[in-house]
């Protein structure tokens, strides 16, 4: 069992906690994941790893209230316990050689992005993190941003959070001034990630994603969580993310196909989510 140490509602639908896992906190990385099930009846779910601390031995993850396991996880208080919390998964972000770096968060992935910033900014890289939120409301960790960015650009949908727009402008304005980085990485929704995409291929600027799909083992056995990878001579290469990413080259990924797949359980996921919440509501009754 793997104490909650800490737990902090950081906007209506995200949560983040710290959770005593010492042997995942020795080894994990920015970039890596868990998969946990919240009681022993539970299904396994993978949340990325939003930071660590090894003396502690904690690990903090911070995850949207989105399904039935989110929605379970998210009623458990500080000094309950989780089920079983497997890490660190994946590979880390690669950092070796990296000096200059652009970091493009969007919505509860920039919880994702945060610690892959603050590892370059703690390796001496030049970080411009650009993060989008659809409004204020939503905001989680801007204070962290700032403190790990040489340059923070703040964007969101209506304009109540920073400059009004998609986080693909300032990218493409920067492109356009003639600025490069040694990598882009782009963190969060897959239509966002498709358009960071699309906005740096131009440039030939290169490009990094963090995929997150349909995962069950984390070992590569089941095959749920494949991507198709199409090399520029039409050749197109099975990947498995939990394995082979959560990074890859932006311009290799099919992301039409990471879409599609990523909606096929959305009905069932709903029905299950609306089934848990009934469920609390009841014992709450």
């Known amino acids: 069992?793997?104490?909650?140490?800490?737990?902090?509602?950081?906007?209506?639908?995200?949560?983040?906690?710290?959770?005593?896992?010492?042997?995942?906190?020795?080894?994990?990385?920015?970039?890596?994941?868990?998969?946990?099930?919240?009681?022993?009846?539970?299904?396994?779910?993978?949340?990325?790893?939003?930071?660590?601390?090894?003396?502690?031995?904690?690990?903090?993850?911070?995850?949207?209230?989105?399904?039935?396991?989110?929605?379970?996880?998210?009623h458990k208080s500080e000094g309950e316990s989780i089920e079983d919390f497997v890490g660190p998964l994946g590979k880390a972000t690669e950092t070796e050689g990296i000096k200059k770096v652009a970091i493009v968060g969007g919505g509860v992935g920039s919880a994702i992005a945060y610690p892959v910033a603050k590892k370059f900014h703690d390796i001496g890289a030049e970080v411009t993190a650009?993060?989008?939120?659809?409004?204020?409301?939503?905001?989680?960790?801007?204070?962290?941003?700032?403190?790990?960015?040489?340059?923070?650009?703040?964007?969101?949908?209506?304009?109540?959070?920073?400059?009004?727009?998609?986080?693909?402008?300032?990218?493409?304005?920067?492109?356009?001034?003639?600025?490069?980085?040694?990598?882009?990485?782009?963190?969060?929704?897959?239509?966002?990630?498709?358009?960071v995409t699309l906005t740096t291929k131009p440039y030939n600027q290169k490009?990094?994603?963090?995929?997150?799909?349909?995962?069950?083992?984390?070992?590569?056995?089941?095959?749920?969580?494949?991507l198709t990878l199409i090399e520029p001579d039409g050749t197109k290469i099975t990947k498995f993310a939990c394995v082979d990413g959560p990074d890859f080259d932006a311009f290799l990924v099919d992301f039409d196909e990471a879409m599609n797949r990523s909606r096929q359980y959305f009905d069932f996921e709903r029905r299950a989510y609306e089934k848990a919440c009934n469920l609390f509501n009841k014992e709450i009754k």
């Open 1 to 74: 069992m793997y104490k909650i140490v800490k737990k902090e509602r950081l906007n209506p639908t995200v949560t983040f906690m710290s959770v005593y896992a010492p042997l995942v906190a020795k080894k994990a990385e920015p970039g890596q994941f868990i998969i946990l099930r919240v009681d022993e009846k539970g299904e396994r779910i993978p949340l990325t790893i939003a930071g660590y601390d090894r003396e502690a031995g904690t690990v903090d993850i911070i995850f949207q209230v989105v399904g039935a396991t989110t929605e379970k996880l998210n």
């Open 207 to 226: 490009t990094v994603v963090s995929m997150n799909p349909i995962m069950i083992d984390g070992t590569g056995m089941c095959g749920g969580c494949r």
């Open 130 to 195: 650009i993060v989008g939120f659809r409004s204020k409301d939503l905001v989680i960790l801007e204070k962290e941003f700032a403190n790990a960015s040489d340059r923070f650009i703040k964007m969101s949908d209506d304009g109540s959070w920073g400059e009004k727009g998609l986080v693909t402008a300032p990218l493409k304005d920067i492109l356009d001034s003639g600025e490069r980085f040694d990598v882009v990485i782009a963190i969060g929704p897959i239509i966002m990630m498709k358009f």
